[in-house]
């Protein structure tokens, strides 16, 4: 069956930000009045195993989504409001370069110990250090960062090589090892050893793992503990790859939470399932900047956007559910929102879309095909499989309206694996969708700006010096105040079409006698199993 | 050839396979070409609608007609179908035949491998190559047409090695003709027919096997589409709108049986005789039974000693045109002790006469008389544990041929224990004792270790003497033996027959021999019927034979067997003509075509069976007459 | 009917040797060529199966040392050796994706690719058997033309259709809408009955259809009339005299059968979500995770070759005509 992936709309780089609060992302369907049961079994599906259990070796969507259960972060970040709160540590200090935590009190691991600062300073310095090749680094903690414990006053200090504004937010995703796991790195494949509300008790890879709650948890966002009405005692994460499956386990209570995306959501629905709701990227066009390619230059490249008919395209991939973007950053929870896209994409217009190419000397043939120099005017189309049929059915609409101005483009869907390889190791392609979805801007630096690939991730070899300048203005504004110059950085991009957001939807993780929050992930601590 | 494949298409299964193949192909022709416009048109406001009156199995996507998808999406699965069994043949053909050109050596290297294929299911293989061959239409047509070769390659070596055996061929090696000639003018055109045969089936479960690849996501990628693909996107959308699917999977489904169920049809109407089919089901109810025949028989008192009494016999058969009577009023006695042969040409109702009288004629035969009993019981009575208790026990069979007549996968003394423990309450132990006392009793070397052996185990003669044995578990009464010694050597034949007669002669048991030697029976008999289409012509004492024969048709058969004394200048003796099928029985005498004596009246009424003297019978309206000398009979063979 | 024979002496001890020397040097030899086979297709592939599997924030040395890691630095013939080698020693190698060894992937999900293929096998021959027996009877010669006709209609039908459509509709059908049964994975003891009647009814189809031939068949045959003769109850004949012939050619299909009904898992594992190694396979090819593709390739290879062993010996020993066959 086909593989519409938890993963979802982007790659395994989902790069979202955790929030530990009972707060934030919208919900619909199921009552607050349900009774709540106490002490129950909550049956989660994914869509594929996660893999070696280690919390900062991995970035899949699956193993972020585990790691919740038993790792903390230092902090973590409102759902709703996108401020910043309490996690492993419950004060903090942000001045220019530096960070200073002072962790809570009382924090113990599932085997007993203490997490101290000393335990804290050497997760990050584990992280920092590129011989571990983690991750993390660069993504979720700024490279060439320096970190100080002081176990006597619960403190640590962080200083940066340089600013970072959304280093928090960062901080939020990378969760906390317990020394156990720090000196035995090899066993955290298989077992966990964190200080979070739930642990890991039984392992059957490649089809569930078992995770039983922690008494005596006391220090989630805002105090949150495990000692509240509805959580479940058990938490058992089930792989259910056919996403079909999920769909009738979650009609037939095989399944408490599962997150489906194609035609079966619409059945879900129907049946008047709960579910919890966070925007996804769903489409996103990128181009080929790099030298000798058709789509190097930036008349090509605006006219095939503006051959699109964007709301169309929109349409078929989302089958009428999704909406147009606001920002390349779309995940929960937003880091910066606002709308750098509605004012600066361009129009659909196909006339002018030929006009441009005529320009440009890309003339047509009486075939109707273009050429230039007698070189026909042919992009290698690559679009990733996780979008089902309607993903096949959106790529074939836009070829076809791409032949409408003469255009002759291949498409070819590909698998993750296979896309990423081909765009990352500086491939074959011309225009390839491929959905970035990240929760704060800064997180896309290295993709949209700085070394081409293959060696750095800026994959479409986007060189454009008022991006650059615009965002190492940004850079120097900490936090949230520097949204609007993050936001007018990426409507520059947008508006010479660099790059074509299209489609954002929304992502459903249904609930079947369960009641919970996904702003961006799964909180566990919001998961309230009912009676029925 | 052409009345072959016309009964192809006669059968009901057969006329249904043709009729979805030509459907089918005319589809894949002219799908694109009436429906190619329609099913192309993109209407974005309509996307995954349910099924209405405008699009009757709701739309795609795209918005697309499912339905006029599915209808055009024919011709590349019919042509992706046939383009991977094409593969499937020509490699297997080319592996198939290697052995045969490139010698012993290297031939046995390319069976054993591809032996090894064969034994991987073709779904392993065509799964290793999709990923070699990587996901879309190119990789999973060579997935699938090489995972289908290796079938197709063993059965071409089969036919190979069947046709290379032939003769002819070995013939054309030997005059100095090249293999590869050999392989295409004689054994390629030979083999054409079956492997075209499987190669039809084959499209069908390619065409499967296709659905099977794409469902898993490796068949035909878009905008390119076939059913597999359809049945792909209708599956992941199935709870929401259920025809998305259903079209494209009936498509499938009805274009796989049609290719399946016309090989089928094909294979198994130019197999089987024309029995079988719309004509023979019509005829065989309608036609009703004729009256049984009633010729002028002299009622025999029966006395104490009769053993077999038959009356007025009659066996019919259903046939092509109507029921054929294939024996008619057969009437005698056998007495205790006493040997009765039955003798005539193949085709006389020799051997049904036999079985009739011993119950064994097959469901669909009828059999009636007026009278027939063993021992007093009546044997058209309905079947009852009695009376098979007593068939079992007082009556005994010997079949023609004692190879196929036993058991292959049971040991011998199993087989004749079985007798006992059925019919006469013997244990296990004491049944198999008895068995190897009989195996004894008939003179077989080692009685307790053959007991314990395979009948393939036995020669040709030790089979025989053991169906005799297993026919005297019992206390036989009478022995029907059909063709006893046919199939057996000269030799062994005597040896047989000596065993029967001392068998009669230590208890008394009565005997029917049933055989087409006249000389046989003359020896070991006390008495002789004389059968010709049917009907018992003559009943005589054996040693009369050569001397007292009054129907023409005995005195021919006794002529045509030569002695010592014959002639070798001259040719041998035969009786002129052929014997007359069952079906074509006419109104008067059956013997008449062929007889020297025949007249008018012969050639009207048919003479009944009466009796000149004593026990001897003759059914002719000119018993004893002389014929004209044997010279004369030459010449007529020799003007003809 | 038969099998074909080639009848040589009838000594018991030597010729059971020399074909048991023979079988087992065949399935050595057919082992090596599925081992060469599965090695041969991770390098058959085009493109690097690594770079993919890392994902994007790989730098490159973090591929090379997994390259590295995995061997496919050295020579061809080295990594063969090694393979071999892995092999013997039970080691499978690792998979890409999940980094855990394969041989633990494989040995937990054999059990349930097993169970599902022995029951659905037993099934299959459970009901085939029988019904095969009982229509042969019923349609022998001159008998029962139409229940003939409908026999085969219906089984050609019931074969043709492909296992994982049945599987679809029995689910939405049985598991949806009805709620009878469960929807995916095997649990629950009833678990099991759409899945294995799903894998099995196709080939109880064919079976039944080629023992229903065989059987009547048989029946024309002269021993039966012999059996008759002897006046044996109709229940021996068919049971004790012709049954036991007609299975011999049903057997080698059966054999046949339980080797594609191995392959069938694939497909049905994916539409009920069976934990086994037909859905580990699928995902991943998908997932390009080669060790692991290569491992099951191999483990449904041999369980198809040591199947067509056993079938061997078993006709070996029921036929006792084809105990010494030249091949």
Redesign the interface.
Known sequence: MKRITTAGYGLSLCLAAAALAGCGGASTGGGGTAPVVDGGTFTLGVSSDPGSLDPQMGAGSTLFAVTQFAYDPLVSVDGGTGEIRSGLAKKWEVKDSTISLTLAEGITCADGAKLTPTVVAANLDFVSDPNNKSPFLGTFFPAGAKTVADDAAGTVTITLAQPAPFVLNGLSSLPMVCPKGMADRTALKTATAGTGPYQLTEAAPGDHYTYTVREGYTWGPDGATTATKGLPKTVVIKVVANETTAANLLLSGGLNAAQVAGPDAERLEKAGLYAAKTPALAGEQWYNHAAGRVTADPAVRMALTRALDLAELRKVLTSGQGTQPTALAANEPVACPGDSVAKSQPTSDPKAAAALLDQAGWKAGSDGKRAKDGKPLALTFLYQNNNGSAGDAAAELAVRQWQAIGVEATARSQDETTLTSTIFGAGDWDVSWVSLNVGSPDQLVPFLSGPAAPAGTNFAAIADPDYDKAVAAAMAIPGTTGCDAWLAAEAGLIAKADIVPFAVKVLRTFGKKAEFKTPGQLIPLSIRVLAK | MQGRWSRVVRT??GLTATALVVLVLALACLGPVLWGTGADA?N?DD??ALPSAEHWAGT???GRDILLRSLVAARPSILLALVAIVISVVIGLLLGAAPFVLGRRTGRLVS??V??AV??????LA??F???F?AGATGAVLAIGLSGAPAFARLTQTLVAGIAARDYVAAARIAGVGRFRVLFRHVLPNIAEPLVVNATIGA?SAL?SF??LS????GV???SYDWGRLL??G??????N?AA?LAP?AAV?LA??AF??FG?SVAKGLGIPAG?GLRA?ATTRAAAVPEPAVHGEEDHEPSDDVVLDVRDLEVTF?GPTGPVRLVRGVSFEVRRGEAVGVVGESGSGKSLTALAI?R?V???GRVDAARLDLLGHDLLAPDTAVR??L??TSLA?V?Q?PM???????RIGAQLA??AT??QGKTRREAMARAVDRLAAVRIPDAEARAR??P??FSGGMRQRA?IG?GLMGKPALIVADEPTTALDVTVQQQVLDLLAAIREADDVALVLISHDVTVVGEVCDRVLVMYAGRVVEDLPAAGLATAAQHPYTRALVEAVPDMATDLTRPLATIPGRPVGPADAPPGCAYADRCPLADARCRAEDPPLVATEGRHRVACWHPGEPVRPTEDLFETVESL | MAVNVTVTSPTAARPWARFGVRRLGRLLVSLWVLVTASFAMIHLIPGDPVRGALGPTAPMDLVEARRHALGLDDPLVTQYLHYLEGLLTGDLGTSISSQLPVSDIVAQRLPATLSLAVLAFLAAVVVAIPLGVAMGVLTRRGHGRRTELAFTTTSVVVATVPDFLIGVALIYVFGIRLEWFPVAGNETASAYLLPVFSLAIGPAAILARIVRVEMVGVLEADFVRTARAKRLPARTVYLGHALPNAVTAALTLGGLLLSAMVAGTVLVENVFAWPGLGSTIVQSILTKDYPVVQAIVLVYGVGVLVTNLVVDIALALLDPRSTIRED
């Open positions: 009901p299964l993109v974005t996307i995954l795609d996507n795209l054993a491998a032996n090894i034994a991987f299911p073709g779904i392993l799964l290793f999709a990923v070699v990587g069908g499967l659905t099977g469902f898993l996501g490796l990628q878009s905008p792909y996107d599956i992941g959308a199935i709870y929401v259920a699917a999977g489904l796989g049986l399946n169920l089928e079988f089901l259903p011993t064994l097959a469901d669909h098979r208790r068939l079992g069979m079949f041929d196929t007549s036993f058991n292959p996968t049971r079985e007798v059925h019919h052996q395979y393939h185990e169906m297993m």
